[in-house]
């Protein structure tokens, strides 16, 4: 199942975003996600996340987000996790 992972960073959080991002990719590199990466401010520093994630339920989810080091450093102000629907997609 795939599934969108929506992540906005707390105000004035790049360093803390910074310095936990090596540790960050090291986790995301036992999950399949297909597409994925940091969301940019007008400016083009880091601001958030979104990324696909496929996994075989909900549960397996929501275990990455309780999981991924970001959200244990406390960097977001805000997660959804939503159910995605592959309808059009970069071959």
Known sequence: MLFVLHA???PDS???RKA???EHLAFMADYDTPVGGPLLDADGNMCGSMIV???PDRAAAEAFVA??????A??????????????????
Request: aromatic share 12%; net charge negative; charged share 30%.
């Open 53 to 55: 994630l496929d996994v």
């Open 8 to 10: 906005i960073d707390k």
């Open 67 to 72: 999981g991924d080091p970001y959200g244990k």
């Open 14 to 16: 790049l360093d803390l």
């Open 74 to 91: 406390g960097l977001f102000e805000s997660v959804s996790l939503n159910e995605f629907m592959k309808v059009a997609w970069p071959q």
């Open 20 to 22: 936990t991002r090596d």
